[in-house]
């Protein structure tokens, strides 16, 4: 199972840096993506409420 | 017509439609059934073989529960018919029932055996036996509605959870009576007037999936629409498309070949966009007709997808694509002359693609070893230079995440030659990667191409 100590050794040795400018990033993605969180809620709610409506009303066939 | 007390069953060969129709009669194969075939069966078909009686299970479903009601007396055995072509291949079979003017029953048809365009197509292997023998077809279900019990709602609903059931130990098997059962309905079933969205939906439910529904006018941008139709074609998950100004549906199964022209437009273009055709299981036609490109129905014709999913998909594909994705894509791609490819996929898959494709030793490793969920959204965008020989970003997302959580539903992306996890990053010396195309291929693929995706 050589393959499998390889990579097992390999994983380590990946260098992974604390890097601010992809951490800023991520937190601005983060901060977007809550910002409008209310209105995000609403707006999924009244397209649950609109597609059940919806797939009551039509006969395929 | 022999019947059941006859202890011999017949096997016989036939080289043109005609004398097979002159051997069943009318009343198992009909013009109507008949010129269906004619127009749709391929040259490389060389000769079919007749098999009486065969007992098909959807069929006599049915006819026990009411075609043996009937006064007029119907036949409760099928002739079934299997196809060859070059050197003996086999091409599958379908069968015929006592049931004018609809006589095709169920069918497990390999494209090879039809007129269909190039592409992509999601096959499963079923086995057939004769004689003793096994004969093996990689196929996506098929038959006509007998507009009795099934109508093109229980088809396409029977032809994608057989596929299911036949590929995965988890989905049990249901023939089209148990399907038609499954339905609530507040007047007389039986002739049946087809199925309800909801209705479809339920019978999912009922059969161990978690379906959705995305109608367009509450997706209402047909862009996105088109894309959520490609989405769950290159993840691997047939689906029922709702055609509701044609009142029918139909199930979807793949998709043609694309055909990339040059693009240098300034924008990032999902890949649906460059799909001019889908491949559908439609009860009115033979299997993979075209939803698109010289088909029947335009992909505009389609305005529902019903799409029964499994359990541990919970991210839904609007959350990614209307308010992810906008994001990442402002964030860390503003060189935006990109194709953009969105699928789902079982992260052991993924692992595969990974350890057989991905150069850089350490950043292969590291995924490898990298804890994943069941399901993982996978993004990947391809510069319109480079499509579709390597891909330029690849972001990573948790299908199991928690709704509204923001970006810690991103498990890891790699940026050209950057790889990024948990705000860490690390430079990779060699990032070359093709696009991911394990999703098709795995499913048993059989006409798949290995050129494009």
Same mark, same amino acid.
């Given at each position: 199972m050589e393959w499998m100590k390889q990579v097992l050794d390999n994983g380590r040795k990946l260098e992974m840096k604390e890097d601010k400018s992809i951490k800023t990033k991520l937190d601005s993605i983060d901060m977007k993506l809550k910002e409008n969180l209310q209105e995000d809620i609403e707006q999924d709610r009244l397209r649950e409420q609109k597609t059940l409506e919806l797939s009551r009303q039509y006969f395929l066939g | 017509m022999k019947d059941s007390n006859n202890t011999q069953i017949e096997l016989s060969k036939w080289k043109e439609l005609l004398s097979l129709q002159k051997r069943v009669g009318k009343d198992f194969l009909s013009d109507d059934a008949l010129a269906l075939l004619r127009n749709r069966l391929s040259v490389g078909v060389t000769y079919f073989m007749l098999e009486y009686p065969y007992v098909d299970k959807d069929f006599r479903s049915t006819y026990y529960s009411d075609f043996s009601k009937r006064h007029q007396k119907i036949n409760r055995n099928s002739f079934r018919i299997h196809v060859f072509g070059e050197n003996e291949e086999y091409y599958g079979f379908f069968t015929l029932r &006592?049931? +004018?003017? %609809? &006589?095709?029953? #169920?069918g497990y048809l390999n494209p090879k055996a039809l007129t269909v365009g190039q592409g992509h197509f999601l096959l499963t292997k079923f086995d057939a036996h004769i004689l003793g023998k096994t004969f093996s077809v990689d196929a996506f279900p098929w038959m006509q509605q007998d507009a009795n019990i099934s109508r093109c709602a229980q088809v396409s609903i029977w032809a994608i959870t057989r596929y299911y059931s036949e590929k995965y130990p988890v989905y049990a098997e249901h023939t089209i009576q148990q399907i038609f059962d499954l339905a609530s309905s507040?007047? #007389?079933? $039986? +002739?049946s007037k087809g199925l309800t969205i909801e209705n479809i939906s339920s019978i999912f439910s009922f059969m161990g999936f978690y379906p959705e529904i995305y109608f367009s006018e509450i997706v209402n941008d047909r862009k996105i629409f088109n894309e959520i139709i490609y989405i769950f074609i290159e993840s691997g998950i047939p689906f029922v498309a709702g055609l509701r100004a044609k009142r029918h549906a139909i199930a979807i199964t793949g998709h043609l070949k694309i055909e990339h022209e040059k693009d240098d437009t300034d924008c990032i273009t999902?890949?649906? *966009?460059? $799909?001019?055709g889908y491949f559908s299981v439609d009860d &009115? %036609?033979? +299997?993979?007709?075209?939803?698109?490109?010289?088909?029947? =129905?335009? $992909?505009? *014709?389609? *305005?529902t997808v019903i799409v029964p999913l499994y359990e541990k998909m919970y991210m839904d594909v609007l959350t990614l694509l209307n308010r992810v994705l906008p994001e990442i894509e402002a964030a %860390?791609?503003? =060189?935006?002359k990109m194709y953009r490819r969105v699928f789902m996929t079982s992260s052991t898959s993924f692992k595969r693609f990974i350890f057989e494709n991905i150069l850089d030793e350490h950043y292969r490793s590291h995924l490898l070893l990298e804890q994943m969920p069941k399901f993982i959204w996978i993004v990947e965008y391809i510069a319109k230079d480079d499509y579709p020989n390597q891909v330029h970003s690849r972001f990573l997302f948790d299908a199991t995440a928690l709704k509204y959580a923001g970006i810690a539903m991103m498990i890891s992306a790699r940026v050209g030659d950057l790889f990024i996890h948990n705000g860490k990053s690390a430079t990779l010396t060699n990032f070359q990667e093709p696009m991911y195309k394990n999703n098709l291929r795995e499913a048993g693929y059989g006409v798949d191409e290995a050129s494009s995706g």
């Amino acid at each position: 199972m050589e393959w499998m100590k390889q990579v097992l050794d390999n994983g380590r040795k990946l260098e992974m840096k604390e890097d601010k400018s992809i951490k800023t990033k991520l937190d601005s993605i983060d901060m977007k993506l809550k910002e409008n969180l209310q209105e995000d809620i609403e707006q999924d709610r009244l397209r649950e409420q609109k597609t059940l409506e919806l797939s009551r009303q039509y006969f395929l066939g | 017509m022999k019947d059941s007390n006859n202890t011999q069953i017949e096997l016989s060969k036939w080289k043109e439609l005609l004398s097979l129709q002159k051997r069943v009669g009318k009343d198992f194969l009909s013009d109507d059934a008949l010129a269906l075939l004619r127009n749709r069966l391929s040259v490389g078909v060389t000769y079919f073989m007749l098999e009486y009686p065969y007992v098909d299970k959807d069929f006599r479903s049915t006819y026990y529960s009411d075609f043996s009601k009937r006064h007029q007396k119907i036949n409760r055995n099928s002739f079934r018919i299997h196809v060859f072509g070059e050197n003996e291949e086999y091409y599958g079979f379908f069968t015929l029932r &006592n049931t +004018p003017p %609809f &006589n095709l029953g #169920r069918g497990y048809l390999n494209p090879k055996a039809l007129t269909v365009g190039q592409g992509h197509f999601l096959l499963t292997k079923f086995d057939a036996h004769i004689l003793g023998k096994t004969f093996s077809v990689d196929a996506f279900p098929w038959m006509q509605q007998d507009a009795n019990i099934s109508r093109c709602a229980q088809v396409s609903i029977w032809a994608i959870t057989r596929y299911y059931s036949e590929k995965y130990p988890v989905y049990a098997e249901h023939t089209i009576q148990q399907i038609f059962d499954l339905a609530s309905s507040d007047t #007389r079933k $039986i +002739p049946s007037k087809g199925l309800t969205i909801e209705n479809i939906s339920s019978i999912f439910s009922f059969m161990g999936f978690y379906p959705e529904i995305y109608f367009s006018e509450i997706v209402n941008d047909r862009k996105i629409f088109n894309e959520i139709i490609y989405i769950f074609i290159e993840s691997g998950i047939p689906f029922v498309a709702g055609l509701r100004a044609k009142r029918h549906a139909i199930a979807i199964t793949g998709h043609l070949k694309i055909e990339h022209e040059k693009d240098d437009t300034d924008c990032i273009t999902p890949v649906s *966009d460059l $799909i001019k055709g889908y491949f559908s299981v439609d009860d &009115n %036609f033979l +299997p993979y007709s075209i939803v698109g490109s010289g088909g029947k =129905h335009s $992909i505009c *014709d389609i *305005d529902t997808v019903i799409v029964p999913l499994y359990e541990k998909m919970y991210m839904d594909v609007l959350t990614l694509l209307n308010r992810v994705l906008p994001e990442i894509e402002a964030a %860390f791609l503003p =060189h935006k002359k990109m194709y953009r490819r969105v699928f789902m996929t079982s992260s052991t898959s993924f692992k595969r693609f990974i350890f057989e494709n991905i150069l850089d030793e350490h950043y292969r490793s590291h995924l490898l070893l990298e804890q994943m969920p069941k399901f993982i959204w996978i993004v990947e965008y391809i510069a319109k230079d480079d499509y579709p020989n390597q891909v330029h970003s690849r972001f990573l997302f948790d299908a199991t995440a928690l709704k509204y959580a923001g970006i810690a539903m991103m498990i890891s992306a790699r940026v050209g030659d950057l790889f990024i996890h948990n705000g860490k990053s690390a430079t990779l010396t060699n990032f070359q990667e093709p696009m991911y195309k394990n999703n098709l291929r795995e499913a048993g693929y059989g006409v798949d191409e290995a050129s494009s995706g």
